[in-house]
């Protein structure tokens, strides 16, 4: 087995399994997590509050979002043939390729977009929380409206991850 051999291997595994974390993580909490917060009422509140205060979703899904979209940069060169052209203009090239536009697209929403809302929340998860008694209607207010545009916004960066998973899968068996 040669070096090369290991860096590819190695770098596909990272890819993989990042991919997986990041958007399956993603699918999860769209698909599990809010509609059980939403339907536990007062105690989902609390539950995600304590969630986004932590802040260790934001930054497992990011971490991930990254490490998938580096590895998946250092093995573009090598599985492009250097950026052949032939191989570009192919049905496997161009579909690695639309693929690879739609994970960068979703990594980018995600950190620019969706983490900058996730970090406000979390502030605003932590004074909640911090707090003795009830807190002041504006307070909750400003984290529903902050959790509704995390909602959203995960949406989006969550859909691009599954078209880019789609098409990278679709990549490798054509």
Same mark, same amino acid.
């Given at each position: 087995?040669?070096?090369?051999?290991?860096?590819?291997?190695?770098?596909?595994?990272?890819?993989?399994?990042?991919?997986?974390?990041?958007?399956?993580?993603?699918?999860?909490?769209?698909?599990?997590?809010?509609?059980?917060?939403?339907?536990?009422?007062?105690?989902?509140?609390?539950?995600?509050?304590?969630?986004?205060?932590?802040?260790?979703? !934001?930054?497992?899904?990011?971490?991930?979002?990254?490490? !998938?979209?580096?590895?998946?940069?250092?093995?573009?060169?090598?599985?492009?043939?250097?950026?052949?052209?032939?191989?570009?203009?192919?049905?496997?090239?161009?579909?690695?390729?639309?693929?690879?536009?739609?994970?960068?697209?979703?990594?980018?929403?995600?950190?620019?977009?969706?983490?900058?809302?996730?970090?406000?929340?979390?502030?605003?998860?932590?004074?909640?929380?911090?707090?003795?008694?009830?807190?002041?209607?504006?307070?909750?207010?400003?984290?529903?409206?902050?959790?509704?545009?995390?909602?959203?916004?995960?949406?989006?960066?969550?859909?691009?991850?599954?078209?880019?998973?789609?098409?990278?899968?679709?990549?490798?068996?054509?």
């Amino acid at each position: 087995m040669t070096i090369a051999t290991i860096y590819i291997t190695l770098l596909r595994i990272i890819h993989i399994f990042a991919a997986v974390t990041w958007v399956g993580g993603g699918i999860f909490v769209m698909s599990v997590i809010t509609p059980t917060v939403a339907a536990a009422g007062p105690d989902g509140a609390r539950f995600m509050l304590r969630l986004a205060s932590l802040g260790r979703l !934001t930054q497992v899904l990011t971490g991930s979002a990254i490490l !998938t979209v580096l590895a998946g940069l250092l093995l573009f060169w090598p599985t492009s043939g250097g950026l052949n052209q032939a191989w570009l203009k192919s049905p496997n090239g161009i579909t690695l390729t639309i693929g690879a536009i739609f994970g960068i697209l979703a990594a980018l929403h995600g950190v620019f977009a969706t983490s900058p809302i996730a970090r406000k929340l979390g502030v605003v998860a932590t004074d909640i929380l911090n707090r003795q008694g009830p807190p002041p209607p504006e307070l909750l207010q400003q984290a529903q409206t902050l959790g509704a545009r995390m909602g959203t916004n995960t949406a989006v960066s969550v859909g691009m991850g599954a078209l880019a998973l789609l098409f990278m899968a679709a990549a490798q068996t054509i």
